[in-house]
């Protein structure tokens, strides 16, 4: 019973990642019918840009702690949000009225582009992040059942972000104007809401809580390559189809299954 109490915490944290990043997936397909192949490597983007906003701070601050991870959290997430909003601009809005397969190979030639860019911008070596931002402290909650600070945190912040992220579709303007354009296209644009912009605004948030799941990989395993977005981003993919694409509570409890069940 211990053993499973034990591969049951650890499946909730592998799927508090997968839930971050189906997010995106399930997000961009509810608003345009469209599978965003690139998702998985600007996931990778954000643990990339986690690692080094993180090796630019300890070198001018020379002292490790849970502090630095607030502004690498908020420089992956923004950079990312801002690429998504560009690819979306540049390789998928100008195919919006073309046939189903043109947005599908631009959207493969877009996470090509990435890959290969991030290769060949932090090369092909792993990467390992910074030991000591997190206490190394296990809490026992029973027999040999233990569960560490930094897993904790990872999945204390994953739930907090699913639930911003629901609470801000259910209980907002932009929240329901978007479901209204996961609707209808058209009739929104009759009542009057910015399709383009509502567009944008999901190829913001989608990446950017990709990107916070990048840095919370690259903190859990410790290292991570240009391959990351790969194996994620189709894991991600198969826990969006399992949740039901297109809605954002299936996702998280797809994500939640599917890391349960690995």
């Given at each position: 019973m211990e053993e499973f109490v034990q591969h049951l915490i650890n499946g909730i944290t592998i799927g508090a990642f997968y839930s971050l990043v189906a997010l995106g997936y399930t997000m961009v397909y509810g608003v345009?019918?469209?599978?965003?192949?690139?998702?998985?490597?600007?996931?990778?983007?954000?643990?990339?840009?986690?690692?080094?906003?993180?090796?630019?701070?300890?070198?001018?601050?020379?002292?490790?702690?849970?502090l630095l991870l607030i502004p690498a959290f908020l420089v992956a997430m923004i950079t990312?949000?801002?690429?998504?909003?560009?690819?979306?601009?540049v390789a998928y809005r100008p195919l919006r009225r073309a046939t189903r397969l043109a947005p599908i190979i631009s959207a493969l030639g877009?996470?090509?582009?990435?890959?290969?860019?991030?290769?060949?911008?932090?090369?092909?070596?792993?990467?390992?992040?910074?030991?000591?931002?997190?206490?190394?402290?296990?809490w026992r909650l029973f027999?040999?059942?233990?569960?560490?600070?930094?897993?904790?945190?990872?999945?204390?912040?994953?739930?907090?972000?699913?639930?911003?992220?629901?609470?801000?579709?259910?209980?907002?303007?932009?929240?329901?104007?978007?479901r209204?354009?996961?609707?209808d296209h058209d009739t929104s644009r009759l009542m009057g809401i910015d399709v383009d912009r509502i567009i944008s605004t999901v190829f913001f948030i989608g990446p950017a809580l990709g990107a916070a799941g990048g840095v919370m990989v690259g903190l859990h395993y410790g290292s991570f390559d240009f391959t990351l977005g790969w194996m994620f981003g189709l894991k991600a993919f198969v826990a969006a189809i399992l949740g039901g694409i297109g809605n954002i509570p299936g996702a998280m409890l797809g994500g939640m299954l599917l890391g349960i069940v690995e």
């Open positions: 345009l019918r469209l599978i965003n192949f690139a998702h998985g490597d600007l996931f990778m983007w954000g643990a990339y840009l986690g690692w080094t906003a993180l090796a630019v701070l300890l070198a001018w601050v020379a002292r490790s702690g849970p990312v949000a801002l690429v998504g909003v560009l690819i979306e601009r877009a996470a090509f582009v990435l890959e290969s860019v991030a290769r060949n911008v932090w090369g092909a070596s792993y990467k390992v992040y910074p030991a000591g931002l997190i206490p190394e402290i296990e027999g040999n059942v233990s569960i560490g600070v930094a897993q904790a945190t990872v999945v204390l912040v994953s739930l907090l972000l699913m639930a911003a992220l629901y609470l801000f579709v259910q209980y907002t303007k932009v929240g329901t104007a978007m209204a354009v996961s609707l």
